[in-house]
């Protein structure tokens, strides 16, 4: 099983990447966000949802908002936070390597560094081509991860997040093959017990992701530092870039629609 399949480092971990904090800053963000704001109704997919942190604000933006994700615990949990606040969402249990719905949305959404997952550059790409197909033309993908750049700012230092039940984790990151790949080693300490694990992602400067969204066939490629429509420059917090499907005229050369949608072998409308 790779990393990124295990329900448990997601659930485990969880208070680390998924806080209330968290939720309650994203919702602001998302209110407010000029890359994130699209006309009323838009058709939406977070792609990689977790447990729901953008999916509520998203629908409260006025967006239909579709949420997939590969976990049954994340979905269970976003299930969970669109009912307590009330909004209606789709969720789907699929995995964004082979998940695509033709010319469904209007935007395709993939933050907090949910990209880059697969050992096979070619799979990462294939994910990006796989959100150009589900983006009706003149439809948007916006990826959010941790730039290259960003990270060389403050990598080597380890990062101790303390959790509001007395626990903490300790995130210490190694830069592998020549700065291409990020391990980042996590260590949970709770009770008197420490669980351990290890991810391992492809890392992106702006032009390499930039470069990456041109080869699956976006057009008007543009890289931020920060929700708030920041350049990509020396003060950038992260890095978000996103792109457009080009128009009807002349789409069809650059990509393959590679499944047959939520029906494929595997996905599960919830
Ligand atoms: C870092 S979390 C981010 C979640 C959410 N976007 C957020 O902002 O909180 C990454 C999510 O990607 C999901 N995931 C990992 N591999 C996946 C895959 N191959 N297909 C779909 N979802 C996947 C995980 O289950 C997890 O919920």
Known sequence: MHWYEDDGFWSDFSETM????????TAALVARSPLLDFAPGSRVLDLCCGPGVYLV???RRGYAVTGVDLSEVMLERAGAA????????????ADMLT?????????????????????????????LRNAHDSLVPGGRLVIDVMGKEVLAGWIGRPQLVELDDGGYVVQRDTVLDDWSRLRTDWTLVR??????????????????????FEEAGFTKVECYGDFDGSPYDQRARRLIVSGVRESAATAGTAATVTTGGTGAPGEEER
């Open 191 to 212: 009770g008197g017990t420490a669980r351990e694990a290890s991810i391992t992602s492809f890392l992106y400067s702006g032009a390499e992701l930039r470069s990456l």
């Open 82 to 93: 669109c009912a307590d606040a009330g909004v209606e969402v789709r969720l789907v249990r």
């Open 99 to 127: 998940h695509v719905e033709p010319e469904s949305y209007d935007v395709v959404l993939n933050v907090f560094t949910s990209f880059g997952y697969f050992d096979d550059p070619g799979d990462n790409l294939q994910v």
């Open 57 to 59: 604000p998203l629908a």
């Open 18 to 25: 998924f806080s209330g904090r968290r939720r309650a800053e």
